[in-house]
């Protein structure tokens, strides 16, 4: 029954996944670009590499065999999963899916283009000649984004002709990898955000979380919160497409699908194959699975019985506001001392400004507004404060 499970990218959604993997019985190789990452803490093993060199990448493979690849973050040399996967390692939920999806243009064409599904207008571009006309194409304003890249990290809005230039170069500085492609997307006239983590086993039985509601500053989660006030036809909208979506992706795990509501219906934006940052809001005890233990049982191809509806909740970041190292919190305890409340605290030895270094979750019964529940986390959020050695 014990697998041996190397994880590549070992942050705070790492780290869950291992504590969920291990409560299973598991042995985890934590592998990240720094050592002592969230993931790390936990692990059996653990391993420091850039895990964009595809011969290192494959030096550590050899020299731990692992059962199973669980990737968490997107700046991996996914095209050598391929490889792994005809050596008899399991990748997580598969090789095609780690490939797709870390790229925007190929799970954008994907949804659109070969499955129909309602995306909003885009085009894609080179350089800056190509930027401007895409502009022109999608109107303004509208989205860039580099095709790699995660927490908004190299995303801004055009408003007008001068900010084209801006937005080349910001999503240039904030790429994933070598690529340079970007996206112009057309702004959708959207009235919520929801993340619909989907879930496919083994079994081929696809089940769906409730829908999660989120809110984002500078294309990174602030807040979440669960469930999100979503009418059924819309729902059903939603999930049929993340069926489709994950269906054409192949393999097994969770994935946290996003879409936008609209007026005139759902659309598809992003989907990540693995636990999603908004998801953290399963930590609040909102469901009897949280997104990492339903990850963990469809990785290894144990049962899930079912996803039950336990409370209401939500999240809000902690995020520091300066650079330094050794960082501790003040304000722990004016968080704990409040009633259904809780607090995660990721373990990063450096923080930046505007980086994420814990979660303040809040939760009550499964009647109660979750506005207000959504209140209470951010409120409580502000109270934490991280100090650190200033470098």
Known sequence: MQKKIMLLGSGELGKEFVIAAQRLGQHIIAVDSYDDAPAQQVADEREVINMLDGAELDRIVAKHKPDIIVP?????RTERFYDYEKQGIRVVPSAKAANFTMNRKAIRDLAAKELGLRTADYRYANNLEELQAAVK?????CVVKPLMSSSGKGQSVIRNEADIEKAWEYAQHGKRGDQTE???EAFVKFNSEI?????TQDSGITLFCLPIGHRQENGDYRESWQPAAISPEHLTEAQDMAAKVTRALTGA???G???FLADE???FSELSPRPHDTGMVTLAGTQNLSEFELHARAVLGLPIAEITHERNGASAVILADTEGSEPVFTGVEQVLAQPKADIRLFGKPIARPQRRMGVVLTYDGTGTNVDSIKDRAAELAQLVKVVTQVH
């Not at 968490?72 to 991996?76: D, F, R, S």
């Not at 194409?137 to 304003?141: D, K």
């Not at 993340?195 to 879930?199: A, E, I, K, M, S």
């Open 253 to 255: 795990g969770i994935w």
């Open 195 to 199: 993340t619909l983590l989907t879930v």
């Open 182 to 184: 970007v996206i112009a």
């Open 137 to 141: 194409a999608v109107g303004m304003p």
């Open 265 to 267: 219906g759902v659309y």
């Open 72 to 76: 968490e973050i997107e700046a991996i």
């Open 257 to 259: 699908v996003e879409f």
